[in-house]
Nanobody, 116 residues
Framework: QVQLVESGGGLVQPGGSLRLSCVAS????????MGWYRQAAGKQRELVAT???????TYAESVKGRFAISRDNVENALILQMNNLKPEDTAGYHC??????????WGEGTLVTVSS
């Protein structure tokens, strides 16, 4: 079973930046889309950003202009560049990839804490 592994989380001050990375443990065929979700303590999971096959990107309103989702073809990784971080961005960030034949892959997450 292919697994997704996230990295890059940590403690950062407000206004700082982090770069999250998501790598698959094996090869996933027929990827239809990829995305990042986050879940803060006591809150429901929410969509942060998606990258659909063909290149279309979507963002939650709360992160538009600050976060950028991309694919690193050299590292074969899904990237989330997060700039101008705010305390309300504190959450566990999870990578998701889904395929044309209905497979859905999730990572265990990486924790982002924004605090002074």
């Amino acid at each position: 079973q292919v697994q997704l592994v996230e990295s890059g989380g940590g403690l950062v001050q407000p206004g700082g930046s982090l770069r999250l990375s998501c790598v698959a443990s094996g090869y996933i065929t027929s990827i239809d889309g990829m995305g990042w979700y986050r879940q803060a303590a006591g809150k429901q999971r929410e969509l942060v950003a998606t990258l659909i096959s063909g290149g279309t990107k979507t963002y939650a309103e709360s992160v538009k202009g600050r976060f950028a989702i991309s694919r690193d073809n050299v590292e074969n990784a899904l990237i989330l560049q997060m700039n101008n971080l705010k305390p309300e961005d504190t959450a566990g960030y999870h990578c998701n990839q889904w395929t044309l034949n209905g497979m859905d892959y999730w990572g265990e997450g990486t924790l982002v804490t924004v605090s002074s």
